[in-house]
DNA sequence: CTTGCACTTAACCGATCGGTCAACTATATT
DNA sequence: AATATAGTTGACCGATCGGTTAAGTGCAAG
């Protein structure tokens, strides 16, 4: 069972850091199987197409933020608003150590696809979707425990949150726009004095 | 002189609607001479490289802004903070517009390029950094005018000012994620409540 | 009337693109 | 031992990529 396991996950890992560090449209499947050791019909066993691919590294990245930083981050036993600066703090350590090993910041994959692809082809475009999605909830539980806690007084939540999420992509395409990861650091904790009112009933 | 200009011009334009709804690895040179009704050889004669292209396609973009919406919202007679208010109107109906022709959200084409070519082109990545300097200087521009009026308390006006660029940026991304328009709407506004405030001295 | 130059045409370059295919190997099942 | 199936190989597909080149065309200055 394991040479397949393992020729499948050796393609993504292939694939995952030359999307991250250059673009969807720019890295060829050639190219990929090169990396992974291996010849282009052995690709197409186990994925149809090369967008089926990128899902998957899609996929693989966000379980990996999941189960790492993220988890860090939102782990319920910080006090709420204090998760918000720790995943801030993640994204600029994480970004940092990138450029220190790759000389480059790359930047967010969610974010980069988004902008290369999202108006090409509407089945990544939702697959990106649904990781913002998730995300911008993260957020928002903490706002709301935030509010609960009486740490911050009352807001609309579900548009803070998306509010938080967009600064962050913004902040990371900035510092990426700049090749330096102190950006993040320098706009990073701001994210926490964005305010969106609740609507008046 | 004017077939020659016109020609270029051509074929700027026949690239402008291109780069900014697709991507620039997506838009082949070919493609943009058949949408100019030109030979390649003649493309060539005007721009020694695709890369060229792409930056007079950048100018042409951030003259088009700074002539036209930017020229409004930053309006030295309007109240400084409501010059930001107009731009966030502006880029919302901006997007909107383009929407109900193209039936796309096409986001701005410098996040998109600097996502998609900051790793790979330096020269690509300085153009599209000095857009977002003069942006951020505008910005900045208001905030000063803004504490020196009494508008809003004092505060750091060149970090606040990023960051504000920042959030134009992700709300942009985040919009574009859901081809939607109405998330600049819901979420520009908030771009006022970011604050980095003074280091200590 | 000629020379020169800006411009255009259309064929062409090697390389690469995403994807297919038929033949082959290795393993597990019967 | 025979069969089925998963996985792999390497050649191949037509299309397109960014870019080049040689041969013209048309106009303007001398």
């Known amino acids: 069972m394991n040479i397949t396991i393992d020729t499948r996950s050796r393609i993504i890992a292939a694939a995952k850091p030359r999307f991250h ?25 186990f994925f149809p197409s090369k967008r089926d691919l990128v899902m998957a590294v899609i996929d693989e990245f966000a ?18 608003m204090e998760r918000i ?11 940092k150590s990138i ?9 967010c994959i969610f974010g980069n696809l988004t902008l290369e ?14 990781i913002f999605t998730r995300a911008k909830s993260r957020f ?8 609960a806690g009486g740490d911050i007084p009352p807001l609309d ?22 090749n330096d990861p102190e950006v993040l650091y ?7 004095t964005l305010r969106i009112e609740l609507a008046q009933a």
């Open 21 to 45: 560090s250059r673009s969807y449209a720019n890295v060829g499947i050639q190219e990929i199987c090169e990396g992974a050791g291996i010849q282009k019909g052995s690709f197409y066993h």
């Open 63 to 80: 379980d990996e933020w999941a189960h790492g930083f993220v988890a860090e981050a939102f782990d319920p036993a910080l006090p709420p």
């Open 85 to 95: 600066d720790y995943l801030i703090d993640a994204a600029y350590f994480w970004q």
């Open 99 to 107: 450029k220190q090993v790759h000389g480059r910041m790359l930047g």
């Open 117 to 130: 692809v999202s108006t090409q082809d509407d089945i990544l475009r939702a697959k990106l979707l649904a």
């Open 140 to 147: 928002q539980e903490a706002l709301d425990q935030a509010i």
């Open 157 to 178: 939540s579900a548009l803070t949150a998306e509010a938080m999420l967009a600064y962050l992509e913004g902040v990371i395409l900035l510092a990426k726009a700049q």
């Open 186 to 192: 320098r706009l990073g904790p701001a994210i926490k």
